[in-house]
Each structure stands twice: as structure tokens, then as C-alpha cells.
């Protein structure tokens, strides 16, 4: 005998509708809406499922693994428990449901994994060469923004050594043959370096220009660095890093992607290029001075002389740069026999080396007001 027990809300597992249904009660659990059977649960097969105290919570073993009865009428509750032989009893199939889940979500995150690791880098590769330089100017400037905030934004830009850095960036840029518009500078801070950023930015860090004994190993550096703007390496590292690093948030919440710019900004001032473009860049490098006829060498002696015997104190294998003394040998292999005309004087070298030290020449408004040096660059 079947009879009208009460009301229930009930969620089919196929969509989020909730559906006022009436319930009866005979030889199994039937289901109904507007007086229609939609479902019937055999009394054996109806599981319990973890609920407020106000309510009790079933499902079928049998049925959709999402399918869901909350029945509100306590009275109704208990005529319905007693049916159930089996109310608390974990099923397989009710094991396996969870099984699948735990499986498809491991599936899922190795997916993303292995597509940060290999597709995006490849991607990378291909995608990098085809941006237009407008995009590719705007990405450079948020990776600007990041770099001045770590570094400071004040450059250096004394007015006769200025006049020395660019006539060097002039040279290079026309020797190398640079498609790409350059805005090179000298950054006013400690770090022994030199950077190319997305969009033909180009640093080169104080730290570093203290450290050189002569142009032509300045020069040398600045070709390296032209050499990824040429081929064009910053954009394609921070695609990969990037786009890997906006993949591996998502899995830990970063939903916006916030951290991805930030992680590609750092791995770009820790210069991680692959070797295959660290040799390109080298290899640019060497042409460019040999078009001025001079010689390549001093950059890899300026980095020698900063770093040390590298061979022997790791992995080679891991190392992304060659080592220095590597550099060192394959530039003196092929050095040039005649070098030409200096690339800069002995005036202008020694006006570079205190391009940070000397006060730069006020504009006609800064003459007028003293409220600020005429040394600060304004952000």
C-alpha cells in the first residue's frame, strides 16, 4: 500500500533547481512533482548524508551520485528511517563516486602542470616573434614599473655622461642593425648588472659601470643586452614565466593572476635565459663590436674579473648562463687582429664613469625653484 507522506525538496543532480516534490511511501520511496512520479528509490538502496540537525539529508545508491532529498518534517523524517535497512551503510559505489572525484581533480592538476612545464613555454616560443611591438611596449612598461620599484626609479643622467651613453647606445644600435626603438639608461643602483626588458628597455645598473676598467667592456655588456631585445628573448621569458605562473596560481588561488607579472619581473633581473639564447646574445654581441672594429673580449673579461672560475662549482648542466671563462675563451678565438677607432674617448669614458656622480644640468624651471635637486628623476 502506497501513501502520501509529505513534502520534501528535492535536487536531481543534473541541475541547481530546487524542486518541491511530495513524497510516498510504499514498497519503495517514490518521488513525486505535481502528482507525477520523477524518481524512485528502493528503501535497501537509501543512504544518509551529512546535514544540519534541523534536517535529514538522503540519497540513492543507485541513482545520480549528486542527487539529493532534504526532508524539513522531523515527523516525516522518522517514518522514513525506519524503512531504510541500510540508511547508514557505506556502499562501493558510493566510495568509487569519491574515488572519481579524487582522481579527475589529481588528473586536473597534473594537466595544468604539465601544460605550464611544456605548453606554455612552446607556445611561448611561437607566440613571442608575432606581438606586435605595441603590445609588446605595454607589457615592457608594467615589467618597467616593477623593476623601478625594486631598484629605485632615480637614473643617472650627469649631462656630459649622458651625452657618453648615448653616443654608445648610437653606435651599437646602428652596428647591430636594431629594428626595435631603444630607451636605454643608467639605473642609480648598487647591483652589479644589466637588463633588457620587453619593449627595447635596456639598463644598465651603476653597480656594474663602477666595476668596468674601460668602454669596450661596457660596450660588450650593452650588446649582450641589445642582442635579447633583437631576438626578442625578454618578451618570450616572460610569456613563458608568465603564463606558467598565472597556470600554477590558479591551483593555489590567485585567481587574477596578480603574482604571474611579478614572478616573470624577477626571473627577468635574474637574467634566466636559456643557454641556446645566452649564446645568441654572446654571439651578437661579438658582431656588433666587430663592426666597430673593436674588440669582444673585455666584456667577458669584466665578467671573469666579477664572478671568478665558474667551471667546477655546479652542475653544468643546470647553469643557464655559459661560464664566464668559456665566454672568455670563445671571444679570443675570434678576436679581431686591427682594432679601430675607440668608441668613446678618454674624456667621454671618464664622463660615463661619473655619469652617477656629477649633478645633471637644470632645466629652465628647476633654475628658477630650488624646491627639488635637479638630480631627481620624478616617478
Known amino acids: 500500500m502506497t501513501e502520501d507522506a509529505g513534502q520534501a525538496t528535492f535536487f536531481d543532480g543534473k541541475s541547481n533547481r530546487r524542486r ?3 513524497l510516498r511511501l510504499g514498497p519503495e520511496l517514490e518521488i513525486c512533482e505535481n502528482g507525477a512520479p520523477i524518481a524512485s528509490w528502493p528503501w535497501d538502496w537509501v543512504r544518509r548524508v551529512d546535514s544540519p540537525k534541523s534536517q535529514l539529508r538522503l540519497r540513492c545508491a543507485n541513482a545520480h551520485d ?27 559505489r558510493g566510495k568509487s563516486g569519491t574515488g572519481r572525484i579524487i582522481a579527475w581533480s589529481l588528473a ?37 614599473n616593477q623593476v623601478k620599484t625594486i631598484f629605485g626609479r632615480r637614473t643617472c643622467d650627469a649631462v656630459d655622461g649622458q651625452k657618453a651613453f648615448s653616443k654608445m647606445v648610437a653606435k651599437l644600435e646602428s652596428a647591430g642593425g636594431m ?19 620587453p619593449g627595447g628597455k635596456v639598463y644598465l645598473f651603476r653597480g656594474l659601470l663602477n666595476e668596468a676598467k674601460n668602454a669596450d667592456e661596457i660596450a660588450g655588456v650593452l650588446g649582450h643586452e641589445l642582442g635579447h631585445v633583437h631576438h626578442r628573448d625578454s618578451m618570450r621569458r616572460l610569456l613563458q614565466t608568465g603564463g606558467t605562473s598565472f597556470l600554477l596560481g590558479l591551483l593555489f588561488g590567485d585567481v587574477t593572476g596578480a603574482g604571474a607579472v611579478i614572478v616573470a619581473t624577477r626571473t627577468l633581473l635574474e637574467a634566466s635565459y636559456s643557454r641556446e639564447a645566452e649564446v645568441k646574445a654572446d654571439g651578437f654581441a661579438i658582431d656588433t663590436m666587430h663592426k666597430l672594429g673593436r674588440p669582444a673580449a673585455p666584456m667577458a673579461e669584466l665578467l671573469v674579473r666579477m664572478t671568478g672560475p665558474q667551471r667546477g662549482k655546479g652542475i653544468d648542466i643546470l647553469a643557464s648562463h655559459p661560464f664566464s671563462e668559456d665566454r672568455l675563451a670563445r671571444m679570443k678565438k675570434i678576436e679581431i687582429q686591427k682594432p679601430g677607432e675607440p ?22 624651471a628647476t633654475k628658477d625653484s630650488h624646491e627639488k635637486p635637479a638630480t631627481e628623476k620624478t616617478p
Open 108 to 144: 586536473a592538476t597534473v594537466s595544468i602542470v604539465l601544460i605550464g612545464l611544456y605548453g606554455v613555454p612552446l607556445l611561448a616560443d611561437r607566440v613571442a616573434p608575432l606581438l606586435p611591438q605595441s603590445i609588446e611596449a605595454r607589457l615592457g612598461d608594467m615589467v618597467d
Open 179 to 197: 629594428h626595435m626603438p631603444l630607451q636605454a639608461a643608467v639605473l642609480d643602483s648598487g647591483v652589479k648588472n644589466a637588463i633588457a626588458l
Open 20 to 22: 518541491t516534490v511530495t
Open 66 to 92: 549528486l542527487a539529493r532529498l532534504d526532508i524539513q518534517d522531523e515527523a516525516l523524517a522518522q517514518r522514513i528511517v525506519v524503512r531504510c535497512t541500510r540508511l547508514d551503510v557505506e556502499d562501493s
Open 343 to 364: 668608441i668613446l674617448d678618454a674624456e667621454e669614458w671618464a664622463a660615463l664613469k661619473a655619469i652617477c656622480n656629477q649633478p645633471a644640468e637644470p632645466s629652465p
